[in-house]
Antibody, heavy 123, light 111 residues
Framework: EVQLLESGGGLVQPGGSLRLSCADS????????MSWVRQAPGKGLEWVST????????YYADSVKGRFTISRDNSKNTLFLQMNSLRAEDTAVYYC????????????????WGQGTLVTVSS | QSALTQPASVSGSPGQSITISCTGT?????????VSWYQQHPGKAPKLMIY???DRPSGISNRFSGSKSGNTASLTISGLQAEDEADYYC???????????FGGGTKLTVL
């Protein structure tokens, strides 16, 4: 059974940093692209970032480019999101999600999601 | 403002069919067959219902179907059931610098 478990959310001041983690199991982690998608309170979904299975290919939304860094540790089946220079508009539940296709194919479809971790940016 | 436009709400009675539209541009919905739909119940994570415009993942009921015409994609749910009441989001690959975009979401109410 595929399981994705996010952690690392919390309250942080504007300008601060936070690192999210997503521990994954039930599939061959290194052969799938992984993504972060966020949802502000009461709002819709927003794609944030994707990383290829090997870790070398990364994609970012314009809204986080230069501030957020996605990475992965395939030896520990874990996905990360380093968030710097946080702003109030980054407040959201952050979901990690698995790409649908093997070997980075169909990375833009998300077939399994974690339950999310809440990040609140406020002074 | 979301990149893809969806109606804020739709409703239908049990057993009826409803359709949710998702309008984009030639840079996203109209330019690629990489449209997907997600269902989200309150307080829950989204669930992939349709990918590649009209394909269903294993385990998804055939009451859910997808289509596309020009810059508009559609999700149709037939034989509405109470459990279908949820928020629905469309998504598309795009040629812009942000390669994945979502619609603003549609709240489906089963009367």
């Amino acid at each position: 059974e595929v399981q994705l478990l996010e952690s690392g959310g919390g309250l942080v001041q504007p300008g601060g940093s936070l690192r999210l983690s997503c521990a994954d199991s039930g599939f061959t982690f290194s052969t799938y692209a992984m993504s972060w998608v966020r949802q502000a309170p009461g709002k819709g979904l927003e794609w944030v970032s994707t990383i290829g299975g090997g870790g070398s290919r990364t994609y970012y939304a314009d809204s986080v480019k230069g501030r957020f860094t996605i990475s992965r540790d395939n030896s520990k089946n874990t996905l990360f999101l380093q968030m710097n220079s946080l702003r109030a508009e980054d407040t959201a539940v952050y979901y990690c999600a698995k790409g649908r296709g093997l070997l980075n194919a169909q990375w833009y479809y998300f077939d399994y999601w974690g339950q999310g971790t809440l990040v609140t940016v406020s002074s | 403002q979301s990149a893809l436009t969806q109606p804020a709400s739709v409703s239908g009675s049990p057993g009826q069919s409803i359709t949710i539209s998702c309008t984009g541009t030639s840079s996203d919905v109209g330019g690629y067959n990489y449209v997907s739909w997600y269902q989200q119940h309150p307080g829950k994570a989204p669930k992939l219902m349709i990918y590649e415009v009209s394909d269903r993942p294993s385990g998804i009921s055939n009451r859910f179907s997808g289509s596309k015409s020009g810059n508009t994609a559609s999700l149709t749910i037939s034989g509405l059931q109470a459990e279908d009441e949820a928020d629905y989001y469309c998504s598309s690959y795009t040629s812009s610098s942000t390669p994945v975009v979502f619609g603003g979401g549609t709240k489906l109410t089963v009367l």
